[in-house]
C-alpha cells in the first residue's frame, strides 16, 4: 500500500478528497480572544460570538468560558501556597521541580481534562471543537466548527 | 516560499498555503534516506531564530559569544580564587569561607543556566487561520486605508494599547514585546540580555535577578578575600614578596572583581527598584508610567505596596512553556497544493527508515499539512498512505 505513493508525482488533476479518509469537513474557526480589562492575568472573553449562534446555547458558552478563566485564576492566584512554593524552589536551586510539578502545572492538567470532558458533552455532539488555550500560548480559544454533514467526532 | 505568494496572488482563495516543516535551527532533514530525527516536535518546526537543545528543553538566543565570556569570566575568577586564596583563608581564617565561596559559586552557576535555557516566555505564532480571522478583523473595523493595527484596553484606569506584531500577526498582549534578536514576541518583555544569551521575560526574570544578585555577593565576597589575604599576607613578609607568590593573578581579578562590583552591583539595584515599582526595563526605559508624561499616569500592573511587587515577582507562579511543548505537534495534517506540475511538480516519497512521507523537489520537507483545493477524488493508493500515516485530510 505505502509503495504505492512512493515516487508519485502529483499533477493539477489530482487533488484530494475527504470522503474516503471519512473526516469531517472543517467549516470555519472561531477565535475567542483575551479579555485584558484586569490587567495580565489569563481571562478570556465571555461574548458569545455570532457564528456559533445556531448551534449552541449563549449560556452553555459563557459558562465554559467562565470556568475556564476560573481555573485560570486559580493557576496564576498569588497567595500563602504560590509564595512558599517559590520559595521552597528558590532554596533548593530549583531542583524540586525535577521530583514535582508546579501548581501551574497542575492546575493545566485539571484545565485540558475540563476542555476534554467539555467537547465530548457538548461541543462534540454539535459538531464543535474546542482547543486547549495552552496550544496556542495563552492567547485564544479556538473552536473550530464542522460542516453539518455527517456526524464527526471531534477528536 | 515567494513563489508561492506571487501565485497566489493571481490565483487568490483557489490554493491554500503549503505548510512545510521548516525549522530555522539548521538541522532540517532535506532527502528522505538521510540520518535524520523524525521532526514531529513543536520546537523543530519553531519559526524564531532560537537555539534548542536537549531535545527542547533547552532554549538559547542565537547569538552565544557573550554568554560563554560570561561563564569564562565567573569560572576564571572563581578558579582563581578557589586555588590560590582559599588554601591559605582556610587555614589562617577559617574554612567556611572556602564552604560559603563554594555554595555561592554553586548558586550563581545554576541560575546563569536557569537564566540562559529559560524559555523566556515566547508567545507562538498565530496559526494561518487566527491570522486570517484577525485581518478580516482589522479590515471590517477601519474605514481610513491603511487600517489601524491598534487596540486600546483599559487596565485598572489606565488606557494601554495593544500593538499588532507583523512577524507573528497577533496583538500583543500588554507588557509583551518583540525582541528583533530572537525574532519572538516575549510575555512580560524586560530586555534581551547578551551576557546570558536569552531574552529576559516573564519566565525567567527571577532567575535573572537571582543570578546578578548572587553574582554581586560572588564578587564581592572574593574581592574583599583577596584583598583580605593580601594585606595578611603584606603583615607577615612585606606587601611586595606577597604580590611575589602568583603575581599574574592579581591585575586580572583585580580588575574583573572592581568594574563587576560597580557594574553589577549597580545592576542588581537597578533591577530591584524595578522589581518594587513592578516594571520591566522596556517601560523604565520609555518612561511608559513615569508622571512626567501626564499626572494621571500611573502604572496599572503595581500592586501598590513594594512586599506584594517582590513576591509576585520572585515567588509568583511560573507558567509553563506555551511554545516548546515536548509532545508531537498535533495531528499531522498535510497540504498538498494542486498547481502547475511544469513548475511546480512536487513528489511524496517515504523515508523508509523514519516512516515519514516527504514532499520532495518542491522543497525537500516533511509533510505536515494537507488540505485540499478540491473536491476530485484522490487516487486510492495515496489516500490509502495518508490514512496509515494518520494523516487526515482537511479543507
Known amino acids: 500500500m505505502r509503495a504505492a505513493a512512493i515516487g508519485k508525482t502529483f499533477t493539477m488533476a489530482e487533488t484530494h478528497s475527504l ?62 501556597e504560590s509564595y512558599l512554593e517559590g ?66 467526532s471531534g477528536r | 516560499m515567494s513563489h508561492m505568494d506571487q501565485y497566489q496572488q493571481h490565483h487568490p482563495g483557489q490554493y491554500n498555503q503549503v505548510c512545510t516543516a521548516h525549522s530555522s535551527a539548521g538541522t532540517e532533514p532535506c532527502w528522505p534516506g538521510q540520518r535524520t530525527r523524525s521532526p514531529r516536535r513543536k520546537w523543530q518546526l519553531f519559526p524564531g531564530r532560537n537555539r534548542f537543545y536537549c531535545d527542547g528543553r533547552l532554549m538559547m538566543a ?15 575568577t572563581t578558579g582563581l580564587f578557589f586555588t590560590f586564596d582559599c588554601p591559605f583563608l582556610a587555614s589562617n581564617l577559617s574554612p567556611a569561607i572556602p564552604a560559603v565561596g563554594g555554595v555561592l559559586f554553586v548558586f550563581v552557576m545554576g541560575m546563569l543556566f536557569r537564566a540562559s535555557f529559560t524559555d523566556p516566555g515566547v508567545l507562538p505564532r498565530a496559526t494561518p487561520d487566527e491570522a486570517a480571522d484577525l485581518e478580516r478583523q482589522i479590515e471590517s473595523s477601519g474605514c481610513s486605508r491603511p487600517p489601524p493595527r491598534t487596540r486600546e484596553v483599559l487596565i485598572n484606569g489606565q488606557t494601554v494599547k495593544l500593538k499588532y506584531c507583523f512577524t ?9 514585546s518583540h525582541c528583533s534578536l530572537c525574532d519572538n514576541c516575549v510575555e512580560r518583555f524586560d530586555h534581551h540580555c ?17 543570578f546578578i544578585v548572587s553574582l554581586s555577593f560572588l564578587t564581592v565576597f572574593i574581592l574583599a578575600f583577596v584583598i583580605t589575604h593580601l594585606i595578611i599576607r603584606s603583615n607577615r613578609t612585606g606587601f611586595l614578596s606577597a604580590l611575589k607568590d602568583s603575581p599574574a593573578r592579581y591585575p586580572f581579578t583585580l580588575a574583573v572583581c572592581f568594574f563587576s562590583v560597580w557594574s553589577i552591583v549597580g545592576l542588581s539595584g537597578f533591577h530591584t527598584y524595578l522589581i518594587s515599582s513592578n516594571q520591566t526595563t522596556n517601560e523604565d526605559i520609555k518612561g511608559s508610567w513615569s508622571t512626567k508624561r501626564g499626572k494621571e499616569n500611573s502604572n496599572p500592573y503595581s500592586y501598590g505596596n513594594i512586599q506584594t511587587n517582590c513576591c509576585a515577582a520572585l515567588c509568583g507562579p511560573l507558567p509553563p512553556r506555551s511554545v516548546t511543548q515536548l509532545t508531537p ?67
Not at chain 2, 542565537?62 to 576564571?76: D, H, P
Open chain 1, 19 to 80: 470522503q474516503d479518509l471519512q473526516q469531517p469537513a472543517v467549516s470555519s474557526k472561531v477565535f475567542v480572544q483575551r479579555d485584558y480589562s484586569s490587567g495580565t492575568i489569563s481571562k478570556f472573553q465571555t461574548k458569545f460570538p455570532s457564528e456559533l449562534e445556531s448551534r449552541l446555547d449563549k449560556q452553555q458558552f459563557e459558562e465554559t468560558i467562565q470556568t475556564l478563566n476560573n481555573l485560570y485564576a486559580e493557576a496564576e492566584k498569588l497567595g500563602a
Open chain 1, 87 to 152: 520559595c521552597l524552589a528558590c532554596l533548593t536551586a530549583y531542583t524540586i521541580f525535577l521530583c514535582m510539578e508546579t501548581h501551574y502545572e497542575k492546575v493545566l492538567k485539571k484545565i485540558a481534562r475540563y476542555i476534554k470532558d467539555q467537547n465530548e458533552k457538548i461541543y462534540a455532539p454539535r459538531g464543535l471543537l474546542l482547543t486547549d488555550p495552552i496550544e496556542r500560548g495563552l492567547r485564544v480559544v479556538e473552536i473550530t466548527i464542522f460542516e453539518d454533514r455527517s456526524i464527526g
Open chain 2, 62 to 76: 542565537r547569538q552565544a559569544g557573550v554568554f560563554y565570556l560570561t561563564l569564562g569570566l565567573i569560572l576564571l
Open chain 2, 168 to 176: 507573528c500577526k497577533i496583538f500583543r498582549p500588554p507588557r509583551a
Open chain 2, 194 to 210: 547578551p551576557w546570558v544569551g536569552n531574552c529576559v521575560g516573564r519566565r525567567n526574570y527571577r532567575f535573572f535577578y537571582l
Open chain 2, 329 to 395: 505537534a498535533g495531528p499531522n495534517t498535510v497540504h498538498v497544493l494542486a498547481f502547475d506540475p511544469l513548475r511546480f511538480g512536487f513528489t511524496l516519497q517515504l523515508c523508509k527508515r523514519t516512516k515519514d512521507l516527504y514532499v520532495t523537489k518542491l522543497r525537500p520537507a516533511v509533510i505536515t499539512h494537507v488540505s485540499c483545493v478540491s473536491r476530485q477524488e484522490l487516487p486510492y493508493s495515496t489516500g490509502e498512505a495518508l490514512r496509515q500515516f494518520g494523516l487526515p485530510l482537511a479543507v
